[in-house]
């Protein structure tokens, strides 16, 4: 993949903290503080990748990532009626319950969109909110046009 977009973050803490553009499919993350980190990378027609990086002061951290092709899924999460939503956390997990993806989706309103792309296949989402809400869907990412769109309930 020639162009791609990256950002690390901290899932369990806050949402992304550094983003950047990759070219020629390199990508360099300077000013970067120690910790634990999610690498996620994004590009036109793949599916989106999740790595765990560690980064150690004093220390130069280098990652590979393979990026397989995907379709594109459209998740809007929508509160019950006269609430709002500031934080959602979500987890995808594949046929084998592997987490592929945890992500934080934060602003506010009745409403959260999230569009992420994943390789064809059966997932499940988990979201939980941060007073407590929580539930799960499971779902297909399939090639077929208009096909992978979700809203989930939050109740």
């Known amino acids: 993949v020639k162009n791609f977009q990256f950002t690390l973050g901290c899932p369990s803490v ?22 634990e980190y999610l690498l996620t990378v994004e590009a036109d027609r793949c599916a ?10 004093g220390e130069e951290s280098s990652v590979s990532v393979e990026l397989e092709a995907g379709a594109g899924a459209a998740f809007r999460f929508v509160a019950s009626a006269g609430s709002t939503v500031r934080a959602l956390r979500v987890i995808v997990r594949n046929e084998k319950q592997e987490g592929i993806c945890d992500q934080w989706i934060w ?7 999230w569009n992420p792309r994943f390789e064809l296949g059966k997932y499940r989402l988990e979201w939980r909110t941060p007073i407590s809400l929580e539930g799960y869907l499971d779902f297909v990412v399939s090639n077929e046009v208009d096909a992978n769109h979700w809203i989930v309930e939050l109740r």
């Open 107 to 113: 602003g506010s309103g009745t409403y959260k969109e």
């Open 14 to 35: 806050s949402p992304s903290v550094f983003g950047f553009q990759g070219v020629d499919g390199r990508g360099l993350a300077k000013g970067v503080t120690p910790g």
């Open 48 to 57: 989106t990748r999740n790595v765990p990086v560690r980064v150690v002061s």
